[in-house]
């Protein structure tokens, strides 16, 4: 139960912390030697199931704009879901079982901290109604290369939006905007595979690290929203460096 506790907390904060939440559920159960339950693919459901609802509260507003007065930016997410979505669909298993290499995900790690420095030296001018269709692209590929662990969907759909001109805050309010399609999408086809597979899971368990996802990830969503309109992504990617650092020692002193 503890160990649900603190994996939900994980993933409700680093879901929308720049910094990869499947890294850190593939990290935490290999550092720490974690098994049964709390890693399968199911916990994982769970667990995303809790930030989606964490979304889902905190920009229910901007769903309604959308739907009722913006359904040109509507249109505009929906299409930026569509890489993502592609990705997701052909190369999930892949994901699952080829990609989760620690080895991969601290060179990701690395990889995202230097584009995300990049593109904070990007100049930002614009807010979302002045996107257009090739910056939602940009976008949504960026989110499709999320899939790879250790990339942070956060992280690089924030820097896409920085590149094609967006301000920061801006930048990522479209990436969590984003995220809810692709999240919720993720949710449903992994849980109809687990309805199918008719297993017995401890529903006392899963529901401890749903609750525990939602409430840490409405925090996550609302400190990033603040934090973003003062400061850079540069805090996250030192963090990423860090811990790209930590993972290496720990393969060093395994081998």
């Keep these: 139960m503890l160990q649900a506790i603190i994996l939900g907390i994980v993933q409700g904060l680093t879901e929308f912390l720049p910094v990869s939440s499947t890294a850190h559920l593939i990290l935490f159960p290999w550092f720490f030697n974690w098994?049964?339950?709390?890693?399968?693919?199911?916990?994982?459901?769970?667990?995303?199931?809790?930030?989606?609802?964490?979304?889902?509260?905190?920009?229910?507003?901007?769903?309604?704009?959308l739907f009722f007065r913006k359904q040109r930016l509507l249109g505009l997410i929906v299409l930026a879901?569509?890489?993502?979505?592609?990705?997701?669909?052909?190369?999930?298993?892949?994901?699952?079982?080829?990609?989760?290499?620690?080895?991969?995900?601290?060179?990701?790690?690395?990889?995202?901290?230097?584009?995300?420095?990049?593109?904070?030296?990007?100049?930002?001018?614009?807010?979302?109604?002045?996107?257009?269709v090739k910056d939602v692209i940009f976008i949504g590929v960026a989110q499709a290369v999320a899939i790879i662990p250790g990339v942070s969907r956060s992280g690089f759909t924030i820097a896409a939006g920085l590149f094609r001109g967006l301000e920061?805050?801006?930048?990522?309010?479209?990436?969590?905007?984003?995220?809810?399609p692709i999240i919720g999408g993720a949710c449903l086809l992994h849980f109809k595979g687990l309805v199918m597979n008719h297993a017995d899971y401890n529903t006392r368990l899963?529901?401890?690290?749903?609750?525990?996802?939602?409430?840490?990830?409405?925090?996550?969503?609302?400190?990033?929203?603040?934090f973003l309109k003062r400061y850079p992504l540069n805090l996250f990617v030192y963090y990423r460096f860090l811990l790209a650092a930590v993972i290496i020692a720990g393969i060093w002193l395994r081998g």
């Design 35 to 65: 098994s049964g339950e709390v890693d399968t693919l199911a916990f994982d459901v769970a667990l995303h199931a809790g930030t989606l609802l964490a979304l889902l509260l905190c920009f229910w507003r901007d769903w309604v704009d």
């Design 81 to 132: 879901s569509v890489p993502a979505g592609i990705a997701g669909l052909l190369l999930n298993d892949l994901a699952e079982h080829s990609l989760r290499s620690p080895v991969l995900i601290s060179i990701m790690l690395i990889i995202g901290g230097i584009i995300m420095l990049v593109a904070e030296k990007i100049y930002k001018y614009r807010d979302m109604e002045k996107l257009s």
């Design 168 to 180: 920061r805050e801006a930048a990522a309010r479209f990436s969590f905007l984003l995220a809810t």
């Design 206 to 226: 899963f529901m401890t690290g749903f609750v525990s996802s939602f409430v840490t990830g409405f925090i996550a969503i609302k400190f990033m929203m603040s």
